[in-house]
């Protein structure tokens, strides 16, 4: 990936990158309003911004790159559900885990409450650490005794006991919420073993398929900052000389992401049953539904959803 084309280097629009969408402030919180309330002493969190893409990656990335502070992340992952029980690639990191042996040492960035490694450590025999910026998190973390540190992934390379130390470094939808993504890889990358070591990527695929009618507010600044797809993916791994086996971690066929997508576009809560019959009174919303599946990214033949994990390793 061009640096000059990267969010790293955001002081001007880098050249090969286009302008897809500016936010005001005052139309961004109403669009997390449609799923969790923003309270009055949290609206200082939001900034106008806009959306740029790179021609090459297809990553698209907000100017400026402002993330949430501390104060609004320990506000928002206090809404029911923001921590999932399971995600969909959790069993294929586990499987990849598993294959590494007992004597593995497996961590994983920005761990929050510790759910994926409450699952590592029902089916594999690594030893488990965590990483996360958040006290709350850590503090869920650690009471349920798993080794888990306070701070960022700079503070671990500081100290040079941890180069080279994990066999996997796992960052499950975290790339989206930092302003500069490409030196958190790097800085991930000096704790990998070279020899056998996996990293594993995972981030929404955007846009997801229940933005079909437009921006969704979490899937924005301040909670992510990046909008990643398939081809970025295939750029980060050239960018550090690592090999990428990217996953599809959609659920169904490509008939229900039609139905998905085209449900969302029209705000409809009705059964799948129904949809023939919506899709008869809406031809237009339709052809674009078919036209925004038909060229959406595929790994392995099966087209991506709302998530996408990459596998990366030298």
Known sequence: MK???????????????????HFKRDEIIPLY????????????????????ECEQSKLIYAMPAIP??????????????YYPTARREWAIIADEVSKLGPDAHVIDIGCGAGNLLDYLRTC??????????????????????HTAHLGLL??????????????AVIMTHLLEHVPKPIELVAEASV????????LFISTPHSPTLYEGSGYHGKNLPP???????????VELAKRFGMQVDIRSLVTGSTLGALA???ASALKLKVGRKKLPMEAVKHPVQLVRSLYAIATRDRANGKIIGDDILGIFSF
């Open 124 to 145: 594999t025999k690594a030893t488990l650490h965590g990483l996360d910026a958040t006290p709350t998190s850590v503090e869920i973390c650690r009471s349920k005794g």
């Open 3 to 21: 640096s000059t084309a990267h969010p790293d280097f955001q002081i001007v629009p880098a050249e090969g990158a286009r302008r897809i969408a």
């Open 260 to 262: 998905d997508h085209f």
């Open 223 to 233: 909670h992510h900052l990046t909008r990643w797809r398939a081809p970025a993916y």
């Open 154 to 167: 700079s503070d671990l390379i500081a100290d040079k006991a941890n180069h080279g130390k994990f066999s």
């Open 68 to 81: 949430g502070s501390g104060r609004f992340y320990e506000w928002i992952t206090k809404e029911e559900g």
């Open 191 to 198: 704790l990998l073993k070279k020899d056998g070591g996996k």
């Open 33 to 52: 309003e449609e799923s969790l309330p923003v309270p009055q002493d949290m609206r200082n969190e939001f900034c106008d911004f806009e959306l740029w």
